[in-house]
């Protein structure tokens, strides 16, 4: 039954004045008997939705059935925006805490703040165990334009605040962060790339330029790619006019350049990218061409391997296909999408795979896929067939995980710990430290919230394990350290805090190293 249904999916996708070809026609026949003939009644849109499914399982792994009640949520993150009150939230002791109010948003306009409690949405009492996330999305979110009534707790208030909010386009950033990481050198990290990408990339290197920057370090780790428009004005900030960022092409798709242009704000000054197994699709393709043009130095591990495009197909009853049309290739020829010859579990487990066999700890243990060899612009050899691998290898420390550790981060104890203590202390942190930088270097995770952290994970039914805790105290208090300059300033204070402690992935401190080695010039690594 699942071969004869893998194609009912064609007659949805066939724009009007294509014909069907056999093969359609005949499952098209064959539906119609089962509807007619079958010996119990059949949802013929769940047999079609299976079988579009099943059909692109045999495609390749980024091809993808997305149904019509789940494309709003899918779209959201690339689109930039979404409409709702505009708040970050988690809940706290079964009661909505509002972690940030978002700058400019509809909440931070009324009044709203971090650590204010949301009691009460359109006069009913919201709180409770049985309280979820997305219950909460569910209440606040709206359209544009429409209001809703919440009563708050604040601190040394009595009784409930009351605010009216109306409802507006909330934006969902693409830059996480941007700092001065050191005297003439900014750092910049990019999460995704979306809508809004290349006007935040312009306006922070604007920002960090009237602070002095003269050098780059760009982070892309974990930047599991977006809009390939939004790579591609991404790359051409950095290189010179004409010069080539990418190639596209496919069995029906013609090859289409894509060229730089005169309007890049950093074409000069030198530039590091940071990447590592979780960065992918766009993020190979904002490297590559940096790495192919010899314009920067490629710090990390090797990437995850995603040379694939896709192009959205919409379906006649709202649903849509991602389906893939072309393959990308870097300046230099390279196409480094990796091998799923083994099928999608095992492609899916691949960085798994890479751990195991011991990659991200050692660069001899990288296997390069591809035995075809490229060449940079400074005649250096690279390779494609799997990822783009770094300039400059950085090893990650797998010594301080253990069990217990990943069950504080799964069960988000350790961000309930940071905002509980927040809660308590935000004025003495502001008072104490006069930015997240002296906050980074004087603060000391004491007695006290590691006592917290312990009862909140024996309540999480998180059983003590003397040898894991002592193994990733390291992990827990730089983490815990990050979450509370996160709730206390913003995303980018977090990301200054694990940066320069991280115990375990070496990247950035490997990265401002890279940046400031003037024999990096003599053996030609990057444009100066």
């Known amino acids: 039954m699942k071969k004869f249904l893998l194609s009912l999916a064609v007659l949805a996708a066939l724009p009007s004045f294509a014909q069907p070809t056999p093969a359609a026609t005949k499952l098209q026949t064959l539906l119609y008997q089962i509807d007619h003939m079958y010996v119990d009644s059949v949802n013929d849109n769940k047999l079609v939705d299976k079988a579009i499914v099943a059909m692109l399982g045999e495609l390749d792994p980024h091809s993808v059935y997305i149904p019509k009640e789940e494309l709003e949520e899918v779209n959201e993150p690339l689109k930039g925006n979404f409409e709702g009150v505009g708040i970050q939230f988690n809940i706290v002791r079964d009661t909505i805490y509002v972690v940030d109010a978002i700058s400019g948003g509809p909440s931070e306009r009324v009044g709203i703040r971090a650590g204010d409690r949301i009691v009460t949405v359109n006069d009913s009492t919201v709180a ?6 997305s219950d909460v999305i569910k209440l606040l979110r709206g359209a544009k334009g429409t209001k809703v009534n919440v009563g708050v707790a604040r601190a040394g208030e009595k009784g409930l605040l009351d605010f009216t909010i109306t409802r507006d386009k909330i934006p969902i950033y693409s830059v996480e962060a941007a700092y001065m990481a050191e005297p003439g050198v900014g750092y910049i990290k990019v999460s995704r790339f979306g809508a809004t990408t290349t006007k935040e990339l312009g306006d922070k290197l604007d920002l960090l330029k009237k602070q002095g920057m003269k050098d780059l370090v760009l982070d892309l780790q974990g930047n599991g790619g977006g809009y390939l428009r939004s790579a591609i004005e991404m790359a051409d900030q950095f290189l010179g006019d004409r010069k080539l960022i990418v190639y596209t092409q496919g069995r029906t798709s013609p090859r ?6 005169d309007a890049g704000k950093f074409e000069k000054g030198r530039l590091v990218l940071m990447v590592d197994e979780g960065s992918a699709s766009a993020s190979e393709i904002v490297t590559g061409a940096m790495q192919d043009w010899d314009r920067a130095v490629v710090v990390g591990r090797r990437s995850f391997g995603k040379g694939l495009v896709q192009r959205p197909v919409m379906l006649p009853d709202g649903s849509a296909v991602r389906l893939t049309v072309a393959r990308y290739y870097t300046p230099s020829g390279r196409c480094i999408q990796k091998s799923y010859a083994n099928g999608l579990e095992a492609y899916k487990h691949d960085r798994i795979e890479r751990l195991h066999d011991g990659e991200l700890t050692n660069a001899d243990s990288i296997h390069i896929q591809d035995t075809v060899k490229y060449y940079t612009n400074n005649k250096r050899v690279v390779y494609g067939g799997g990822g783009i691998i770094p300039d400059v290898f950085v090893p990650i420390d797998t010594n301080l995980s253990s069990a217990w550790f990943s069950q504080l981060v799964r069960k988000g104890i350790t961000n309930t710990a940071a905002i509980n203590y927040v ?20 603060f000391q995770v004491g007695a006290d919230l590691n006592d917290a952290l312990l009862k909140l994970a024996k309540d999480a039914g998180i059983e003590p394990d003397s040898a894991g805790m002592a193994r990733s105290k390291p992990l827990v208090d730089v983490r815990l350290k990050a979450l509370i300059a996160r709730d206390v300033w913003n995303t980018s204070a977090y990301w200054q805090v694990i940066n320069a402690d991280n115990p375990v992935d070496k990247s950035y401190e490997e990265a401002l190293r890279v940046i400031k080695d003037d024999n990096l010039q003599r053996v030609k690594l990057a444009e100066r």
Not at 256 to 261: I, K, P, R, V
Not at 429 to 442: A, C, G, H, T
Request: charged share 45%; hydrophobic share 20%; no cysteine.
């Open 128 to 133: 409770g165990p049985e309280l979820k996330n």
């Open 256 to 261: 289409e350049d894509t060229y730089a242009t």
């Open 423 to 442: 809660d308590k202390h935000r004025t003495d942190v502001l008072r104490q430290y006069k930015d997240v930088e002296s906050f980074r270097k004087n």
